[in-house]
């Protein structure tokens, strides 16, 4: 390596992990700013734009947590699963079929049904949807061993078009000529906060990184996950069964990704509607993408999650102040978010490692 | 073709021209080399003549490995220079020691089981650009006529067996002029006879001028190929003598610093009930090959039935059988009474099956978690370690603490992360979480494989105590005086078969040799 | 007519039969059990009924055959360029997930490239640069820091994805007046259907299509691929024969984002002539499957592109029979399909037994 001693790391340190999140979020800021200078955009002025954008009133703190939501719903999953090493790249897909269920239940379901019960059938037809994609993945790699970054992956595509197909045919409001729905009836429409912050669903987000950071840390099962994540073969030895991991990890992130794409039909959109993923200015931004990055910075901790949600969040909602004052093009965060997991991977060996820079040859 | 390869400075295969026998080919002075924590080599001087075989002995984590991998370039000293027929050198990587015709036979062997033997030679040895495969084929057959050994260029290296990947290596070293021969413990996977003829090839090598360094833990190697002997211990050169003039005994205390136990104390033990039974059992190996052949034994309570056998006999398919990794195809597997044939790894663990695994770390480890957590990964389903849903953490905190005190398990402290105890303690580790449970059946796969004397010591006195506590234990090694004192019975396998079970007081290693290469007790007069 | 049906259907019967020469020719070298005849003659029967469908289907809706396979031929070019140089990454060891977002970059750049200079090889060329720099960002990240690579790869497709958003924008939907001549080789180019299928494109379609036996022969039969299989297969053992591991995986990473950025630069320069953000559409992701479906082999790329490239063309064909936002699944959907299906039939794919796996010295 270039001159640098490298030593392996008697106890990984949580400070140094820290430290890392912070270090790849400012090299990751840093390298967006020398491409907003290449395009001939202020750099200072962008950032400041994008955090006010973001925090700098009420209403921008109101959207950045009604798009919080989500991402907690979403990454707090995927930190789950990218624990026992199952990678879900394919929670935009999950996410759009648990908003297509949801709005099936919402508009076609015959019955008259009090309107809370109706709500609650549409989050765990939601659930249901996402967590069913998902296990489907997790059935095909373990019984035939597709890989499951592509099983997900394709099938976000093919869902995608399923939404596409359902918006400008069959479930297409008449009359329209555009890809909506007709608007859900006001009662399944979720209460909101300061008109957007649709708390239901927040409240079933809190719930779930609660639930899900006890169970890593104290349950049996959690353990298993923690184990089969870190290694398998021993895993195996200890006859846990990587059947039973693999679907329940999948399970529960594709379900929370359907319960997020429920939450934006029924409390932001008030219909189904393309961009309901979020994936409005571009589709690389989407929620069940972004939240992997979200995943990734809270994987340590429930607080962690919240917090990286909460962040990602504000600067998706500052990226819409960018794109509209400042001309500066929307595909600026999704560079950022990426340059951050970038950042995050390259700094894991820093936990592994001390590094020191010696005056030692190079090998 | 004069290409640039993505991975290699061109230069010219130089066979320098062989040296007068006696002359001085390699001398290392003053080699120093540290790892955080440790000195691995401390001032080490060693030299080797033309036409000799140096024996490098030492126990394990003695520093002999450490040392050859300094000498082909693997790793780079922190102090001390190496000269090569006279010459100062700087070995920076494995490319250079090649191109001083140094060549290293690892005990792991660097094969690619999917390439043929040729391409794997090619690989080291040719600079063909196109067909690296065939071209080198010629040179193959010459080279292995000249020393006898034998191999077919065009087989693919996972059809071979071990001996015949051993002489792969050895051709892959030869191939490429090398005139220094590194092997690395080459015997651990060879019968008595495979051991004979390597022994011969080396002697036609020594003849030609070939320097070999034999880096070994077994003294009657040292003793008996071996023209000159260097002691390691802990890192420091104890002594180089000339074989002549070294006994057992001596080598022994050399090697461990006190006088060393040959014998292991074991107490008469009253055997019980049949623990398990294995009725012709039928097991396939990866390639869908048999590599298990309708074998039958039994195990009673406070008895070792040892397995002996060269690697790859089909032990290593057994044991999985035993454990629920592995299908049985065939046959019965009864434990205590109840049909557990092709049961779940998960109900093994639950009928009080204990198994010591011999990939420590790959299979039995979870390095990057805690020592505690490592140790309640059989346990954890059960009080008192979890109740209902949720684990106990106070009662596994409590219970670490005791298990590593109990079992000697040197750690820092019980949230360190297990990868960075050492080899002895991580056994000590594992064998902690297994046999506190006191399980009926301990399986224990090469348990003192790799590790220095005095863990050896303390994991055998662990088995035999289990034995004294009734446990049945199947014990496989490929050490076999470690098998022939530890075990009650002893059961030989060969290509899947077992050529005999016989009391361990009543048999001689002469006789277990040949049924490891094929004869089966009855034919033994 | 019915003498290009006749053509076309022994076309796909000649694919199906070398698809089934090569997998038996895998097969020999894998430690897989001999599988039985009737799953080879079950091939064989549904590739030629497949074929006769196709054709019947043809002949009566009156398409002619030849511009269907030249359309299939041009789709399956991107994939191709992807898939290559992914399958000499994945052989030395390193899975690239990114590819999606080096085939956006090194489309919005190529784009760039053609504007600025004035002329589309330019193009072509920068966008191969791009994809070739953004892979070398990637390979310091796996190969020098030891990252993981499936999150390091998800980054750089987030990366690349929002890198083209930003560079493109100035260009956004302008058509490039410069454009790749389209040169029929003459003599081949009047075979009928086949003229079509193979002999009337851009130069580089050719450049694919030679690129093919060239980087199997070199995987397979020169010591330059030995290394690099060696490499993905047991690392240490090259390192201990003195092979500079890194510094072929360094390789073999910048040649598949090279690729992949060509790739990318096809489908904006030579196939639609502009740039749009998205226009790739997750064909990166489907160069990850196909590497897999082509069983990390060339010759199976080619094959894995051109099934793809035939459904994608066949879209517009069934048009009338349903709604063309289903339609819009298919590939990716018979992508799916065609791996499961592969996977049920041959259960151990042997993938570079060290893929994944970052290397140390130890």
Not at chain 1, 210 to 233: A, M, W
Not at chain 2, 15 to 40: D, L, Q
Not at chain 3, 44 to 62: H, K, M
Request: aromatic residues 8%; contains cysteine; proline residues 5%.
């Amino acid at each position: 390596m270039l001159g640098l001693k490298t030593e392996k790391r008697a106890v990984p340190s949580p400070w140094v992990e820290l430290g890392i999140l912070g270090l790849s979020v400012v090299i990751a800021l840093l390298v967006g700013a020398i491409l907003l200078l290449m395009q001939g955009f202020n750099p200072l002025h962008t950032y400041s734009t994008l955090f006010s954008g973001a925090f700098g009133s009420f209403s921008a703190l109101a959207k950045t947590l009604t798009k919080t939501i989500p991402l907690l719903l979403i990454g707090v999953g995927l930190a789950l699963a990218f624990k026992a090493k199952a990678w879900n790249i394919g929670a935009p897909g999950q996410m759009i079929i648990g908003a297509i269920a949801g709005t099936g239940v919402a508009l076609f379901l015959p019955f008259n049904l009090p309107a809370p019960v109706h709500v609650a059938l549409m989050f765990i037809a939601g659930f249901a949807a996402g967590a069913g994609l998902a296990a489907l993945c997790a059935f095909l790699n373990c019984k035939i061993g597709l890989d499951m970054v592509i099983s997900t992956l394709l099938l976000n595509y093919i869902v995608l078009k399923l939404l596409w197909y359902l918006l400008f045919g069959p479930w297409q409001a008449p009359g329209v000529g555009f890809p909506y729905t007709t608007a859900l009836p006001d009662s399944l429409q979720l209460s909101t906060i300061a008109e957007t912050i649709h708390y239901p669903t927040l409240i079933i987000g809190i719930i779930a990184v609660i639930l899900i950071h006890i169970f890593v840390s104290r349950t049996k099962q959690g353990y298993e996950i923690r184990v089969f994540g870190e290694n398998p073969k021993a895993a195996e030895y200890a006859g846990i069964s990587r059947f039973k991991i693999t679907m329940l990890v999948m399970i529960v992130s594709g379900g929370l990704a359907g319960i997020a794409g429920v939450g934006e039909v029924a409390g932001v959109h008030h219909m189904l509607k393309l961009g309901v993923d979020g994936s409005g200015m571009a589709y690389v931004s989407s929620f069940g993408y972004t939240a992997i990055i979200v995943a990734w910075l809270g994987r340590r901790s429930a607080l962690g999650s919240a917090l990286a949600a909460f962040f990602i969040a504000g600067i998706l909602v500052g990226g819409y102040g960018l794109q509209t004052v400042e001309g500066i093009p929307y595909a600026m965060v999704s560079a950022i978010l990426g340059l951050i997991l970038i950042g995050l991977t390259a700094g894991m060996i820093l936990t592994r490692y001390k590094i020191s820079f010696g005056r030692r040859r190079s090998k | 073709m004069k290409i640039p390869l993505p991975g290699r400075k061109r230069k010219a295969i130089v066979v320098a021209p062989e040296a007068k026998i006696g002359e001085f080919v390699v001398k290392m002075k003053g080699i120093t080399k540290r790892f955080p924590g440790m000195v691995a080599n401390d001032n080490i001087d060693f030299d080797v003549r033309a036409g000799e075989v140096h024996a490098l002995l030492g126990e394990n984590g003695a520093g002999k490995t450490t040392l050859m991998n300094i000498l082909y370039g693997l790793y780079k000293p922190d102090e001390g220079e190496i000269y090569i027929r006279g010459q100062k050198v700087n070995i920076k990587s494995p490319s250079d020691a090649i191109n001083l015709n140094i060549g290293m036979v690892h005990q792991l062997f660097k094969q690619v089981p999917r390439h043929t033997v040729a391409e794997n030679i090619a690989l080291a040895s040719s600079h063909d650009f196109f067909f690296p495969g065939s071209k080198v084929k010629e040179k193959i057959l010459r080279i292995s006529k000249e020393f006898g050994l034998k191999v077919d260029p065009d087989a693919e290296v996972w059809q071979l067996s071990a001996a015949e990947q051993q002489n792969v290596e050895l051709l892959k070293v030869l191939c490429r002029g090398a005139q220094i021969l590194i092997l690395d413990e080459p015997t651990s996977t060879l019968t008595p006879q495979g051991k004979r003829e390597l022994f011969s090839r080396l002697k036609e090598m020594k003849k030609r001028g070939y320097a070999i360094i034999f880096i070994t833990h077994k003294l009657d190697e040292v003793l008996k190929i071996s023209d000159r002997c260097t002691i390691l211990r802990k890192g420091k050169k104890i002594k180089t003598i000339p074989t002549s003039k070294a006994t057992k005994r001596s080598l022994a205390r050399w090697m461990v610093g006190r006088e060393v136990l040959f014998k292991v104390k074991k107490k008469p033990v009253k055997k019980g009930k049949i623990v398990l039974e294995v009725k012709k059992l039928c097991v396939l190996g990866d390639r869908g090959e048999t590599a298990v052949k309708k074998v039958s034994f039994s195990i009673r309570e406070g008895e070792i039935l040892g397995i002996a056998g060269i690697g790859g006999s089909g032990q290593g398919e057994l044991v999985e059988a035993l454990t629920g990794l592995r299908k049985i195809e065939e046959g019965r597997l009864i434990l205590s009474g109840k049909d557990v044939t092709n049961v779940s790894p998960r109900k093994f663990v639950d009928a009080g099956v204990a198994y010591v695994p011999e990939k420590r770390i790959e299979v039995g480890l979870v390095p990057t978690m805690s020592v505690k957590e490592n140790l309640i990964l059989k346990d954890y389903r059960v009080p008192p370690f979890s109740k209902r849903l949720f684990l106990d953490r106070g009662a596994i905190n409590r219970s670490a603490k005791e298990k590593i005190s109990r079992y000697n398990v040197i750690a820092p402290s019980p949230d360190t992360p297990a990868g960075i105890l050492s080899g002895g303690n991580i056994q000590r580790l594992i064998l902690a979480r297994e046999t506190s449970g006191e399980p009926k059946l301990l399986i224990a796969t090469y348990p003192t494989y790799g590790l220095d004397v005095g863990s050896v010591e303390s994991v055998r006195e662990l088995l035999l105590k289990q034995r004294e506590r009734k446990s049945a234990i199947l014990l496989i090694s490929e050490d076999l005086d470690e098998i022939m004192m530890m075990s009650d019975r002893i059961a030989v396998m060969y290509e899947g078969k077992i050529m005999g079970i016989v009391d361990a007081g009543e048999v001689t290693r002469e006789e277990i040799g040949l049924m490891m290469t094929g004869t089966p007790l009855g034919e033994i007069s | 007519m019915i003498i290009e049906e006749i053509i076309f259907v022994l076309a796909v019967f000649a694919l199906g039969l070398s698809l089934m020469a090569f997998v038996d020719a895998f097969r020999a070298k894998t430690q897989v059990p001999t599988w039985l005849k009737r799953k080879k003659i079950l091939i064989l029967i549904i590739s030629l009924a497949a074929a006769v469908l196709l054709a019947s289907y043809f002949e009566l809706s009156g398409t002619k055959t030849g511009p269907f396979l030249n359309m299939a031929m041009v789709f399956a070019t991107p994939l191709l360029f992807g898939t290559l140089g992914e399958i000499y990454a994945e052989r030395s060891g390193v899975a690239n997930l990114g590819i999606e977002g080096m085939m956006s970059t090194g489309a919005a750049a190529a784009i760039i490239g053609a504007f600025a200079a004035g002329s589309a090889w330019v193009g072509i060329a920068v966008g191969m640069i791009s994809g070739a720099l953004l892979a070398f960002v990637f390979a310091i990240v796996v190969i020098h820091f030891r990252g993981m690579q499936v999150p390091a790869g998800l980054g750089l497709f987030i990366f690349g994805l929002g890198l083209s958003g930003i560079i493109g924008l100035a260009h956004t939907g302008e058509k490039l007046p410069y454009v790749l001549p389209t040169t029929p080789i003459p003599i081949l180019k009047d075979i009928p259907v086949l003229g079509d299928f193979l002999f009337k494109h851009v130069p580089l379609v050719y450049f694919a299509l030679a690129l093919v036996p060239i980087m199997w022969f070199i995987l397979f039969k020169t010591r330059v691929g030995l290394i690099i299989r060696t490499v993905g297969e047991n690392p240490a053992a090259a390192d201990s024969a003195g092979i500079n591991v890194y510094r072929t995986r360094y390789l073999c990473v910048i040649l598949g984002g090279a690729l992949a950025g060509l790739g990318g630069a096809f489908i904006s320069i030579a196939w639609m002539g502009y740039w749009l953000e998205g226009m790739t559409a997750g064909w990166g992701w489907l160069v990850i499957a196909l590497t897999i479906f082509a069983i990390w082999n060339p010759l199976g790329a080619l094959f894995g592109s051109l099934l793809f490239g035939g459904v994608h063309a066949l879209e517009p064909q069934l048009q009338h029979l349903v709604s063309p936002y289903l339609l819009a699944m298919f590939p990716y959907l018979v992508t799916l399909v065609a791996l499961i299906v592969l996977l049920l039939f041959y259960r151990r794919l042997r993938a570079p037994s060290a893929l994944l796996e970052p290397y140390t010295r130890e």
